[in-house]
């Protein structure tokens, strides 16, 4: 069995505990052993950590002190896995410049807040997106700046009334890299617990690839 770490807190708006009880949940039933915590001292033992197969942040903004960023990069290099999604990995730690190089993008901007657009597969025949299609999802449509190494799997059309200005620009939702011998995982959806339940693919999507990042 695998052991999975995911911390949550942060800005409550992205509903950090019960997005982090949700996938718990649902990762028990992959077979993994999950431990959940509401605080970065976690990040403090980096012996503790390397002891994961995949460690998952959702924690929005919030500052990481420099040591507790130098263990996470440390033991992600090291081969532990690194996987999450929307604000609680995209948008964490705003001043941490290696942690977001790690993640493989940052989260800027979501014109016009929440609404629905479509989330296009890119590369199909890849075990994390096989066979679920494209589909549509009702959520803030991330504008993120990302790492052109990215392995990107998923992504989306930019259409917004508030910044015309970024229409037609293609943006990647679902990625894969690696950083080190560390495997990592990130998917921009996610703003709520009830949006899982409501798109099955996001949530399939979303499980496979924790489980793929995992070591």
Known sequence: ?????IFHGGWDGHEPRACAELIARHLAGREFDVTLSDTLAVLDDREALARYDLITPLWTMGTITRDQE??????VRGGVGLGGFHGGMGDAFRGALEYQWMVGGQFVAHPDNIRPYRVRITRPDDPIVAGLGDFTVTTEQYYMLVDPANEVLAATTCSAVSAPWINGVEMPVVWKKHHGSGRVFYSALGHRAQEFLDVPAQLELTLRGLAWAAR
């Not at 069995?1 to 770490?5: Q, T, V």
């Not at 130098?70 to 033991?75: F, G, H, P, T």
Request: hydrophobic share 55%; glycine share 0%; aromatic share 0%.
């Open 1 to 5: 069995m695998k052991r999975a770490l």
């Open 70 to 75: 130098r263990n996470l990069i440390e033991v």
